[in-house]
């Protein structure tokens, strides 16, 4: 079971990131979310969400959704998003078991563009 | 940068409570004239409660220096739904007095994550500048290099200047920089709810732009109590995409039909369900997905009210998109500017750029009834009341308290007392609807 991503379905309103950032640290901020939307390509209307496991990114394009392993997105030196601190140096997705909660990310999207399987 | 001290008990209303919860960072005071920044200590200069009514009370303190305000509401940057609401304070050309813009998008969060409870900017430049806010740092950058662009190549310029392509640009274009009574400034590449020419007075100050980048954190006085509160409310709201839900629309299909041939994807503003923000394509087929085509294939609508115009004036999706992107381009206020090129459809690219670079037109036009000049209003149409003028005021006043889009508030069903409870473990302040009224009546009195 992990999270996967709906790109299409997604319209951008970051939720996601916030709620995943109030399990890290019980406040709200953008930076340490383990769940991140692409958006850096605003001006194109192209738009993405990426997740983070500690094996894989699971990267929700508009194109298609697909995991991929750590190691070959490092090998070809992405950084996994335009965001001031990439997902790749973020934490791994706990799907929120520390908390005892079900994933928030999931939880609170109010496109279902996350879920489980 | 973090400040948490402890909370002052629950009051009713917050003017004379220094807010202890979401936010941090001090008020920065920008002079531009001697191109200096300063930081001022809430608990020192402002014990109004960093929201609208307060930056209404600094507007009138520093008049003298033609103020122009930005700042966010209590839950703005939170999981309470739709609390994506910044706002922009400033005189209007149009008015005279205050006005206030919104900034949605993902502008109002990033204030409030910028490191500062407000900004106030005092003064005019001797030369072009724009303002770099990021991370509780200011700095009065030298604009003179992307003087004359238009709001896209701005926002493109600060953004490969800064490297960050999630910076949030509030900019002119040319006709901002003209002081026009039809400027209105862009939120990054589109049209704002700049209604009041608050463009004009950035023009007149000499500042280009105000960026804003944030990595900071907020703190609410109970977070586990405010999560799940914000949390609760979710299933009972609604997740519409599109226009529709909450416009009058184009007669039968609505606004969404008529667009329809053009759409792309539609979009939220920050932490809000539903996604009233269309994005055309119109120089690629809107159903490429991809990101390695058309560099520019678009717009983002964000002005229905602007669509309404033109749509009801008879022209074709496209042309009405290609004259919203030239406004939002050049810095005209796109709902204003429609609604004065609206009788003549056009269709020609450059047919439509002319128009536009030829727009002139009674300033306070589109204003809502009730709220105009000559009532001194300060809230501007940047979406169509949908109802009386009482309510629309009523329902502005509530959602810049409280950082959540006046349009959501009016039209998704909420609770408004749902959200104003909020407030109690958000920062420890009991609110409600005749209180939020005093604290404009006493900041305008």
Redesign the interface.
């Known amino acids: 079971m992990r999270v996967k991503v709906k790109p299409l379905e997604c319209t951008g309103c970051a939720l996601c990131e916030l709620a995943c950032g109030y399990h890290r640290d019980e406040a709200f901020s953008m930076i340490s979310s383990s769940v991140m939307l692409y958006r850096a390509e605003e001006k194109k209307g192209y738009m993405g969400v990426i997740v983070k496991t500690a094996e894989d990114l699971f990267i929700g394009k508009p194109e298609g959704a697909a995991a991929m392993k750590l190691g070959e997105l490092q090998k070809e030196g992405a950084s996994g998003g335009a965001s001031a601190k990439p997902i790749l140096v973020r934490e791994a997705c706990d799907m929120c078991e520390s908390a005892g909660l079900e994933p928030q990310c999931v939880a609170i999207c109010p496109q279902k563009a996350l879920y489980l399987e | 940068m973090r400040r948490n001290l402890p909370s002052e008990s629950a009051v009713p209303g917050v003017m004379g409570v220094v807010m202890d919860f979401m936010y941090y960072g001090d008020i920065l005071v920008v002079d531009l004239e001697a191109g200096t920044t300063e930081e001022v200590e809430i608990d020192e200069a402002w014990e109004a409660g960093p929201v609208l009514p307060a930056a209404l009370e600094l507007f009138d303190k520093h008049a003298q220096d033609d103020p122009l305000l930005f700042g966010s509401g209590i839950l703005t940057?939170?999981?309470a739904p739709a609390s994506c609401l910044g706002f922009a304070l400033g005189a209007s050309p149009i008015t005279g007095g205050p006005a206030v813009a919104p900034l949605n998008l993902?502008a109002g969060?990033e204030m409030k994550?910028s490191g500062f409870s407000m900004v106030l900017i005092k003064g005019n430049s001797p030369g072009p500048v724009y303002l770099w806010l990021h991370d509780g740092v200011a700095d009065l950058v030298d604009a003179s290099r992307i003087t004359g662009k238009d709001t896209?190549q701005t926002c493109?310029a600060v953004r490969d200047e800064m490297g960050?392509?999630?910076i949030q640009v509030i900019s002119i274009g040319p006709v901002g920089e003209a002081k026009s009574d039809l400027a209105s400034f862009s939120i990054?590449?589109w049209g704002s709810g700049d209604n009041a020419a608050l463009g004009a007075l950035m023009g007149a100050k000499n500042l280009k732009a105000v960026a804003l980048?944030?990595?900071?954190?907020?703190?609410?006085e109970d977070?586990?109590e405010f999560?799940n509160r914000t949390?609760g409310l979710?299933p009972g709201?609604p997740?519409e995409?599109s226009f529709d839900w909450a416009f009058e629309g184009l007669g039968e299909g609505g606004l969404d039909a008529w667009l329809g041939p053009l759409v792309?994807?539609?979009?939220?503003?920050?932490?809000?369900?539903?996604?009233c923000n269309t994005?055309v394509?119109y120089n690629e087929d809107p159903a490429v997905?991809?990101?390695d085509g058309?560099?520019?294939?678009?717009l983002?609508v964000t002005n229905p009210a602007a669509a309404l115009w033109l749509g009801q004036g008879g022209w074709s999706p496209e042309g009405a998109s290609r004259a919203m992107e030239a406004m939002a381009r050049a810095g005209v206020d796109v709902v204003r500017g429609s609604r004065e090129i609206s009788a003549e459809p056009l269709e020609a690219p450059g047919e439509i750029a002319a128009a536009v670079e030829a727009l002139t037109g009674p300033a306070e036009a589109a204003w809502p009834p009730g709220e105009g000049p000559a009532e001194g209003g300060i809230f501007g149409p940047w979406t169509p009341p949908s109802s009386s003028g009482d309510r629309w005021l009523e329902v502005n006043r509530a959602a810049y308290v409280l950082g959540v889009c006046p349009l959501f508030l009016a039209a998704s069903g909420v609770e408004r007392e749902d959200l104003l409870e909020l407030c109690v473990p958000a920062a420890g302040i009991k609110l409600d609807a005749g209180g939020i009224k005093e604290m404009f009546d006493r900041a305008r009195a």
């Open positions: 940057g939170t999981t993902f969060a994550l896209w493109d960050e392509q999630l990054n590449y980048r944030g990595l900071g954190m907020i703190d609410a977070p586990e999560y949390m979710l709201l997740s995409k792309h994807r539609y979009r939220s503003c920050f932490a809000c369900p539903c996604a994005f394509k997905m991809g990101s058309v560099q520019e294939p678009g983002m």
